[in-house]
């Protein structure tokens, strides 16, 4: 996986331990860090003639989605260092030169369902990640 080089935290246990500024800048990382691959699988796959529209519309979905939810992180954020949350640290933090990552090419470098499953594993922990983030900022949710 592209992302692999990254240090991302162990376990559930780990992720807490971490401030919620590293928190939210890792879970900007690695929104950004699959931009690019996603925009390069979504081309890879629409040379293949035998899949669906279907398959093929998903693909595009699924970039559109990883871009809106980084927007949304930003916006999140921005909202947070305006209360005082976290620090105004994070500017510039999600930029492609802000991930230090080399990842030009990374889909002709693997098979589909390993592509497929780097994605599926990051996409886990920026799950994980935002739901102890909320926690963080919003305790009476009953985490």
Known sequence: CHTSGMLTPNGKEY????????????????????????????????????LPDD???KAKQISNMVHELKTGVEKVTE???????ISNSLNGMASSEGTGLSISNEPNTMSDSDFIHC???D????????KILKCRIMPENSC
Do not use: C, D
């Open 119 to 121: 994605f599926r594993r």
């Open 79 to 85: 909202k947070m260092q305006s209360m005082g949350i």
């Open 15 to 50: 992720a807490q331990k971490i401030p919620r500024e590293e928190l939210t800048h890792l879970i900007l990382k690695l929104l950004q860090a699959w931009k690019e691959p996603l925009s390069h699988f979504n081309q890879h796959i629409e040379h293949h003639q035998e």
């Open 55 to 57: 398959s093929l519309n």
């Open 123 to 130: 996409s886990n922990k920026v799950q994980s990640y935002l």
